[in-house]
């Protein structure tokens, strides 16, 4: 299993920014897929998750009617679209797979906001 985040930078507030997992080695359309984010000396938070056929999404109410989850089984990729950045959103961005009790990680992928 191999999940590559990419995407992350430094953006200013308000401005957007959009995250991309490459995903390869295992059946990327079976598996339910999230987002997460970890700021500086804080627990790991779940962002938004899409469900396999995209039939289901969740956000965190922190980013909603922000982000926006959305992905494309064909290509095995995953993307987070950020809009409207704030400070508070600057953290590391992990991509995450999960089916059952099986959850794999990417490396994660850094977004600064900050002007």
């Known amino acids: 299993v191999q999940l590559v985040e990419s995407g992350g930078g430094l953006v200013q507030p308000g401005g957007s920014r959009r995250l991309t997992c490459t995903a390869s080695?295992?059946?990327?359309?079976?598996?339910?897929m999230a987002w997460y984010r970890q700021a500086p000396g804080k627990e790991r938070e779940l962002v938004s998750f899409i469900t396999s056929t995209s039939s289901s999404t969740y956000y965190a109410e922190s980013v909603k009617g922000r982000f926006a989850i959305s992905r494309d089984n064909a290509k095995n990729t995953l993307y987070l679209q950020m809009n409207n950045l704030k400070p508070e959103d600057t953290a590391v961005y992990y991509c995450?797979?999960?089916?059952?009790?099986?959850?794999?990680w990417g490396q994660g992928t850094q977004v600064t906001v900050s002007s």
């Open positions: 995450s797979a999960q089916r059952g009790q099986e959850t794999n």
């Open positions: 080695g295992f059946p990327f359309s079976r598996y339910l």
